[in-house]
C-alpha cells in the first residue's frame, strides 16, 4: 500500500480545508484509515480516524465538531474536511493506513503505512 496526501496550504483563522489521501496497492487489506498531525516542536498527535468495515469514525477531543473524516471506496481516498480552523491548527498533516483489527485507532501502533505530510499554515 502506498498513501500520498495533499490539500494543505494557507489558510485565515476560520477558513476551511480539505485534505486528501489516495491510497494504491494492495488496499484490499487496510483495516481502517487515519490523519495525525506534527506541530513544530511538539509530537506527533492523532486527529481522526476512520474503521473501513463499518465507517465508524473517532476523533481526538481537540478537533471533535471541527474536522469530519470520510472515505470514497471507489476512489481510494479517504479526505479530512477541516473547518473553523485556528492558528494553534498550523502543522504538517499525515495520513495513514493499518491492516490491523483494532479499536485502538487513536494509537500510532496500528499504523503501518504513512503517506508524506502535506503542510497546514492557519494565519490569525
Known amino acids: 500500500v502506498q498513501l500520498q496526501a495533499s490539500g494543505g496550504g494557507l489558510v485565515q483563522a476560520g477558513g ?3 485534505l486528501s489521501c489516495v491510497a494504491s496497492g494492495r ?4 483495516y481502517s484509515g487515519g490523519w ?8 506527533r498527535e492523532f486527529l481522526a480516524a476512520i474503521a473501513y468495515r463499518d465507517g465508524r469514525a473517532y476523533y481526538a477531543d481537540s478537533v471533535k465538531g471541527r474536522f469530519t473524516i470520510s ?9 479530512l474536511q477541516m473547518d473553523s480552523l485556528k ?3 498550523t502543522a504538517v ?3 495513514a493506513s493499518a491492516r490491523t483489527y483494532t479499536n485502538a485507532l487513536r494509537e500510532q501502533w496500528p499504523y503501518d503505512v504513512w503517506g508524506q505530510g502535506t503542510l ?3 494565519s490569525s
Open 27 to 30: 488496499t484490499f487489506a487496510i
Open 16 to 18: 476551511s480545508l480539505r
Open 93 to 95: 498533516y499525515s495520513c
Open 71 to 79: 472515505r470514497d471506496k471507489v476512489k481510494n481516498t479517504m479526505y
Open 87 to 89: 492558528p494553534e491548527d
Open 36 to 43: 495525525f498531525r506534527r506541530a513544530p516542536g511538539k509530537e
Open 120 to 122: 497546514v499554515t492557519v
